[in-house]
């Protein structure tokens, strides 16, 4: 069914959270399948924790029914809208982790560096408070949360190049500026490998025949990380957790609330990126007047969300990317145009059902992928 009578969301005070947090015997929490959504949720499941109150974490698919009998005396939802909830943080205009970590303070525990990892895959900036709190440091090189660099930008999700999605095409790469034998041990690298690194990962991102002018900016989000969290930079924590969340969301979960897990969500966040890659290389695109398509192959598990994401920043020339697949479909503009609207008039007309924000939008249809793409487009 369609989900255009869904309630918009409505923004609760960091002070607000806490304050239900507080008056709560059992707290609820339900977070968005995203990494921002994931760690905010990590940040006040560890605060709670922290003063001995018991809750339920759980992460919730973009066109899933969240609903779920419990005794919760409080619900919080995180990055996604619930009228029904005690307090909601939804994804703009601050970072879901940001004000997790607000209200987290007023508890007397947050997690800075968690907060700051899931700001750094949110649709919106942390702000220079969080990045002080966390106490971390940029350093030269590129964002991946393995050592091993054949894998680290193989797999990672915060930019699409031509080397994506191989591990033996980045070998290559990484030959051809003298840093083979920095390919599986990265943390041996100085800063001045670190920055010829970066400069081979920009240019060949820029300059791929595919890439767009908006490649060279998004880019930027991948290089000079914050050194620093479980994963070796803050930005390569934030890509596996917004990879745990959309792939494995029990997984994820764990790993936000500090257990060991770290196997498990590398091997989700390899999949995650590996699946998001190849759904890019193999699909057949089309342009249209403000709308970039991107149609994928039927090969199982796509992140449909991610790949709406890289097609956005790496590959449209428009302001709109949008990818189908059988079923399935996910779009994100470059501006807050309202996505989740016109997603939502579209499955309005074809059967279905959609969610998401101004700039990011998923559905599931129940139609082919032309007529799913004619009903987007004049939604849009």
């Known amino acids: 069914m369609s989900t255009a009578d869904r309630p918009r969301e409505k923004a609760s005070a960091a002070s607000d959270v806490a304050a239900v947090c507080r008056d709560a015997g059992f707290v609820r929490l339900v977070a968005a399948a995203d990494g921002d959504s994931l760690a905010a949720t990590g940040v006040l499941a560890r605060a709670l924790a922290a003063t001995d109150r018991p809750f339920q974490a759980s992460v919730v698919a973009p066109t899933a029914d969240p609903e779920r009998a419990t005794e919760a005396d409080a619900t919080i939802t995180l990055g996604r809208a619930d009228a029904a909830a005690d307090a909601s943080i939804p994804s703009a205009p601050d970072p879901v982790s940001e004000v997790a970590f607000r209200a987290a303070e007023e508890l007397g525990h947050a997690d800075a560096v968690l907060a700051l990892a899931g700001a750094s895959v949110a649709p919106t900036t942390p702000s220079a408070t969080l990045r002080e709190a966390a106490g971390v440091e940029r350093r030269p090189g590129v964002a991946t949360p393995t050592s091993n660099l054949s894998e680290g930008l193989a797999f990672g999700t915060r930019l699409h190049a031509p080397f994506s999605g191989d591990p033996e095409t980045v070998r290559a790469a990484l030959a051809d500026c003298n840093l083979m034998l920095a390919a599986e041990d990265a943390d041996a690298m100085d800063d001045d490998d670190r920055r010829r690194l970066a400069s081979m990962v920009a240019l060949r991102t820029v300059g791929d025949a595919d890439a767009t002018e908006r490649a060279a900016e998004s880019v930027e989000d991948?290089?000079?990380?914050?050194?620093?969290?479980?994963?070796?930079?803050?930005?390569?924590?934030?890509?596996?957790?917004?990879a745990a969340a959309r792939e494995a969301p029990g997984t994820g979960v764990a790993l936000a609330l500090g257990h060991d897990s770290r196997d498990a969500a590398l091997s989700a966040w390899q999949t995650h990126g590996e699946r998001a890659h190849e759904a890019i290389t193999s699909a057949t695109t089309g342009r249209y007047d403000g709308l970039f398509v991107a149609r994928g192959e039927s090969q199982g598990d796509v992140p449909v969300g991610t790949v709406a994401r890289l097609l956005r920043d790496f590959r449209s020339p428009e302001p709109v990317a949008l990818f189908v697949t059988d079923g399935l479909a996910a779009a994100a503009a470059v501006e807050d145009r309202d996505l989740a609207a016109s997603m939502e008039a579209a499955v309005a007309s074809t059967g279905g059902r959609a969610a998401g924000t101004g700039r990011r939008a998923q559905a599931s249809f129940e139609t082919d992928t032309a007529a799913f793409i004619e009903a987007f487009r004049g939604a849009l």
């Open 222 to 242: 991948a290089l000079r990380p914050h050194a620093g969290g479980p994963f070796g930079t803050v930005e390569g924590y934030g890509d596996v957790l917004d």
